[in-house]
């Protein structure tokens, strides 16, 4: 057990990106903005969105380009520097600057054109490079009760 | 709008690989595999996982390796070949053969210890390269009612 498994690269290509009226990474709220998700028209035609519009909900997969991959602190760390939250590595957080910069948010779907998607409360900013959208699916959420610890709903309180 | 936005490459690197009794991806029954994601020594001390015991649950973002670039359908099709269920697009379905091969599970949380992660209920097979680990937390569950449509709820019938 605990052999350490050796370390491998791939490469990911962006299927799209998001058009966002928010550019800078704010913190909070976020559960409001409309934004849409536009397909890379060389890549896709519009069938590989057929049937999508069927649910309501979509999980959007994104990268955090933005995030200087230099500033990628492996430490642990007060969440928003505050004092009063626990020290907490990156894996307990869902902060931006974490290894491979991966962002994973459940959003609602409002729309289908073609291939764009619109959306709402997709917590990405302006540009952002979407690597996989999948279908929100009930039978996928979380299949027994929850426990998390009151720091993170105390951060979350705001941020949609 | 609607102008297509430009490909781009990114690298991502394997955080971690899964450790799993199940060698074959086979479609149902995932729900009581435990298994464990044994985090890269090379890159990791034991603090990046500091205060991810306080979360019942994590999401694991993975890579679906064993899947061949080349066998990626981007038409629509009847999930499982099953022709009573609709065709669908590959976004509309969280099947393996995808764009970037990327996969999102939600599993529980059984145990910590150094860098390796004890979890029930990953639908991912023994080797599959780990590229997150964010926790669950329930603020970034879907925020509004889920609307899905029934092939979906049968597909998942037997697949916990």
Redesign the interface.
């Known amino acids: ?17 998001v ?1 966002s009226p928010r550019t800078e990474p704010i913190d909070d709220d976020w ?1 409001n903005i409309e934004s ?1 998700i ?8 519009t ?6 519009s ?4 979509i ?1 959007v ?1 994104y ?1 955090f ?1 933005q995030v200087d991959e230099a500033s990628i602190n ?3 760390r007060h969440p928003r520097n505050r004092a009063d939250w ?9 902060a931006k600057a ?3 910069r ?1 962002g ?3 959003c ?1 779907l409002v729309d289908v054109a ?3 998607l619109t959306v709402r ?1 997709l917590d990405a900013i302006d540009g952002t ?1 979407v ?19 009151a720091w ?2 105390e951060l ?1 309180a705001n ?2």
Chains 1, 2 share one sequence.
């Open positions: 057990m605990s052999s350490s498994p050796t370390p491998r690269s791939f490469t990911v290509n962006s299927i799209g990106a058009q559960g849409t536009e397909l890379d028209q060389s890549q896709f035609e069938d590989v969105l057929a049937g999508l069927d649910f309501s909900h999980d997969v990268l380009d492996l430490g642990s626990p020290r907490v590595g990156i894996f307990a957080q869902r974490r290894p491979n991966i994973v948010t459940t609602e073609g291939l764009t409360g490079p690597l996989d959208i999948k279908p929100h699916v009930v039978e996928f959420q979380a299949r027994t009760p929850v426990r998390q610890p993170i709903g979350m941020y949609w």
